[in-house]
């Protein structure tokens, strides 16, 4: 995890506090506010500061504001069988239309073995993993993905049509962490670059291509450029064929395909929120599946050869000079652990958010160091 120099450290519970009460500042309900806060501070807690409260302000607070996402969700259910659900969100808050979706996919389980959830017309919804992790913790697997504006080029191309697409899995172990699989279908994703620019660093080569497909590594210049049409993010894999870059466009688009075609939502260039040079809605899509266990095991059988895997994993030979073989989920428990008695680490660019958010709210009651 590397920190800047200059960061703030502020505690969990202060930083909680102040993005729910931030979100509340621009009209979103109490408890709507609440669950927004808490998906962002997960983040944070887990060491992705790319989708915490680094975002607060560019990706909720900003939008609100712009009118292009609504703070009071209208969470519809438009079809439904016992074990399926397709969901408008009516362009509310993600986090909000996640959860709950999450929630109905595991009910459904619950009662039948499996069950999914596909949604139209949402918005950002944080880190893909805290909606795989509340099946997890309800001793289920859970699946989720998302599409997103597009910003990714596919294999051979240079014109960016796919979103980073998360495609994401929560699974129970007998260990002290669960184990997550929370990652992009693309070789990084924009909030990544977010953190760069912020930290003023260039990217490694092979990120991002222009139209010519030659690498980009000014971090600050691309996040334009990709607004712009003229850069491109590259597929899991790399550039062209030779690192396999084919593997992670084809995952991406099946992340399109169940993000958009099961519930009848908007896909690629319809994601771009702009409508006649103006901003709209992104009208984004999920889905959400929850897989009891129960239904094919006993759960501490199920916890257990789970657990056995990723232990052997760890356990297995190394390469010269490599300290430790990780398994998905574990870098986050670690980071969990790190952070839990120092908090949010807070660079000068979200310092300067922060402050500004809180001047234009008059939220007077929180003292920050800085």
């Not at 996640?98 to 139209?120: H, N, Q």
């Not at 600050?220 to 607004?227: I, Q, R, S």
């Not at 990723?310 to 870098?331: H, Q």
Request: glycine content about 12%; proline content about 4%.
């Amino acid at each position: 995890m590397e920190i800047e120099k200059g960061s703030k450290w502020v505690k969990f519970e202060t930083m909680e506090r102040f993005m729910a009460d931030v979100l509340k500042g621009v009209g979103v309900p109490p408890a709507d506010a609440a669950v927004c806060a808490d998906v962002l501070i997960t983040a944070d807690k887990l060491g992705i500061d790319s989708h915490g409260i680094s975002r607060l302000k560019t990706i909720y607070y900003d939008r609100i504001k712009q009118g292009i996402q609504f703070p009071k969700t209208k969470f519809e259910i438009v079809r439904q069988t016992p074990t399926t659900a397709v969901i408008d969100g009516h362009n509310g808050m993600g986090h909000v239309i996640a959860k709950r979706s999450m929630e109905i996919a595991i009910r459904k389980a619950k009662k039948y073995g499996l069950g999914m959830t596909a949604v139209r017309n949402s918005t950002h919804y944080g880190i893909a993993g805290y909606y795989a992790l509340m099946a997890a913790e309800a001793g289920m697997i859970g699946i989720t993905g998302t599409n997103a504006r597009p910003s990714v080029a596919p294999t051979f191309g240079t014109e960016n049509m796919l979103g980073t697409n998360a495609f994401t899995f929560g699974m129970p172990t007998d260990e002290k962490f669960p184990f997550l699989l929370d990652c992009a279908t693309s070789t990084t994703q924009r909030g990544k670059i977010e953190v760069y620019a912020k930290l003023g660093k260039k990217m490694p080569k092979g990120w991002v291509i222009n139209h010519k497909g030659e690498s980009r590594t000014d971090s600050g210049a691309v996040l334009h450029e990709l607004v712009a049409g003229t850069a491109a993010l590259v597929p899991l894999g790399g550039i062209g064929e030779e690192m396999s870059g084919y593997k992670g466009y084809g995952y991406s688009t099946v992340v399109e395909i169940l993000s958009a075609a099961l519930q009848q939502g908007a896909y690629m260039k319809m994601l771009l929120g702009l409508k006649d040079g103006k901003k709209v809605p992104y009208h984004l899509g999920h889905f959400f599946m929850a897989i009891n266990i129960e239904a094919f095991t006993t759960l501490r059988s199920f916890k257990k050869i789970t657990g056995d895997i990723l232990r052997e994993l760890r356990a297995s030979k190394k390469m010269p000079g490599a300290k430790k073989i990780y398994t998905a989920g574990e870098k986050e428990h670690l980071a969990r652990l790190y952070r839990k008695n120092r908090g949010v680490p807070l660079n000068r660019e979200t310092q300067k958010e922060i402050l500004g958010m809180q001047a234009e709210l008059g939220l007077k009651n929180y003292k920050f160091s800085f």
